[in-house]
């Protein structure tokens, strides 16, 4: 999914005052409405209040300690992952035997919706930290195979046979040439897999609680208190936009060569 | 170690079952050690399969080939190929894909250092050092990938229609330019192209093949004074003649194909 | 692509080679079950991991009691609303913001932020609005199958050939017209991989919101089956609704090939 989301930065004020005049519109109307008393303030509490409980949760530690555990079980799978993915994935392309043996589970693995795994890895490893880190491991490993290998599959021949008759060797050829090719289509693959890998902490939290914006989050609605909830969201949105840019800036960085 | 590349009843046989294509069919040939030689024929009657074979990239179905009296096995740093897609690494810039040959046969830094720099000076691409291939034209791209090639010094160069997808006059640079390399350093060329006019105002020999599956026509033996300028040489009756000879030897393969 | 290596069907009269190579390619996965049902019971517990046999069995019972019947028909009810609702949406947004600057405008901001939320962050306030159940699945669905849809809709929209547009108003198409006869078809190889990115993610979020807020549903199912320590029920519903999303996902690549065939 490399698709192109146009950035906020626009190239000039009104510009981008055009293109975010309809948040402001929403936030104002939002206040108005709240402030007004038209809405329930449990369905939707004022604005104000909403950043009022950020700062609280922010300044109080908590929404920061959530979101380092969310984050830590979503990067440290991911990372298991990547490794296991990689490596599935290149071997897949380049072994015979690896492929015959892993093409049918992938294809069969792919599709599975993961997130029905949350109950069966409760039941294996538990609702600790290790059992929401091997969960988001299996969920993202599929997506980074996948991409590993096709990436690898479709490295140029006569980059292979340049590097031969350069006198690369069978074992240096893989550092050498095929994970520098295949690199465009792997970093592919992990940027599909992050936000996976954060939907899989998101409702492991949700559902068995230990901590986390999950958990914060659902607490919130469980405990009448919906200022959180949205605070949790905006926090969320935060990290989400952070993460995309980040990995975006790592791709032009890493792979200025494309 | 002198070049001489050696093909005797060479057959290549891709696929297998109802798949299967012969694509080469009992050719011998002989090239000395320092010759340029041409090859040209119809589209599709197998010169980038014979190239490739020479290069050790495919395996024979029959006959042998030998590069200084032994037969090939597999690729080597004896005989480099300048693709006709260039097949420059995008990830390295124009100095580090030179570079590349030297590191692998473990040249020591500053000496791998200034011979790449030489070469890359040889084909005009000073200050595009650090560019990246995506970043140059066609023309520099193929200058990169014979730069790349010679920097690691085979004694065979192996030349896959390298200068097909450029225009005109940047050719005719590169043609000069090649044979300027070729004389001052010693290599034997092995030439691929469609181009009679390119192949004879090159080589020494033209090969022609017939069309597919190919094989060997007839060899035309080129001897131009080369020591003029371009314009002396394509002017001249002799290379006019050869021309001729090569363009109606090969007329008669693709006649023939879109005969019954 | 490369071709099985360790494959030679020549060794096999050809009537057969078909159907051994296809058994032979799925040796694998026979080989994973019934490692499986070896390993349970043995190295590990039945209860942690039921064998094979015991799965299919939950299965064959789930549909012979008529137990799974309503949570998968209710399952599906939301995907399929979820997911149609999307198309609609996205591909009128996708197309409505590549016409007009002042849809483009209004939208572009809300899809810039929910495009880097992880969808499923939105359940708990799906909870909040619309309670338990159905309403708030099929909105998650249709939010986490949304933005490939507007984006791919938009991508074609905005790049339909521009020879394309001009070649028809030379024959006198009019902006309506152009409009429905190449606007439109122009966009629906890109609309259907936006749909095809989606699919996944509309399973993703379905049992997502069935997990955390719904007294029905596969997702549900999976839960309280785990929960009550029916363990092979609770395989068996994964079986089925991954069979339902592995239907999904390549009984739509089919209809996307034949579909562009004619595109
Ligand atoms: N990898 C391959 N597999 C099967 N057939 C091939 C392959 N490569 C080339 N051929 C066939 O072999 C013949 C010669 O191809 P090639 O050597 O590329 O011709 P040329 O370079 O003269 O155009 C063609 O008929 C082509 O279709
Ligand atoms: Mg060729």
Redesign the interface.
Known sequence: MDVDVRSLGASSIVDSLKSIYSLVLLLVLWEAVTRMGLIYPYFLPQLSVVIHEFVVLVSTGQMIHAAYLTLMRAFVGLAGAAVAGVAVGILCARNALFEWFFDPLIKIGYPVPVISLVPVFMLWFGIGDVSKIIMVAVGTFWPIAVNARDATRQV?Q??I????????GDR?LLWR?IL??A?PGIFTGLQIATPIALIITFVFEMVAGGGGLGALEIAGVRGFNSAQTYAVIFAIIAIGLVLDRLLRAARTRLL??? | MDGSIGISNLEKVYG??TERTKAIDDLSFDIDGGEFVSVVGPSGCGKSTLL?II???LDITDGTVSVDGTPID????D???V?Q?Y??????TVKENVL??LE??GVPDEEADATAQRFIDMMDLSGFENK???ELSGGMKQRVALA?TLA?D?KILLMDEPFGALDQPLRETLQDQLIDIWGDLDKTVVFITHDVEEAVYLSERVMIMTRHPGTKKTVTEVDLDRSGPREDIVTSDEFTRKKNEVWRSLREETKSEVQP | MATNELW???RIPDPFAGVAKLLFDWIPLLLLVLGWEVVSGRAVSESVLPPPTAVAAATVDLFATGEVVPHLAVSLLRVGVGLSLSIVVGVLLGIGMSQSEAVENFFDVFLSLIYPLPKTALVPLALLWLGIGTKTAVLIVFLACLLPIVMNANNAAENVDRNLIRSARMMGTSDRRLFWKVVIPATIPEILTGIRQAIPFAFISLISAELIASEQGMGRLIRDAGSLGRYPAMFATIVIISAVAYTAVYGFEQVRERVLVWT
């Open positions: 140029e006569n980059l046979r340049s590097a031969r008759m350069m006198g690369t240096r040439v520098p090719a690199s200025d060569w494309t | 297998e079952g490739y290069a050790g990239f597999g690729p080597g740093t005989r480099g190929v693709f897609d097949a420059l690494f995008p990830w390295r590349y040959g692998e046969a990246y291939p995506k790349r690691y085979p | 030679t069907p020549e």
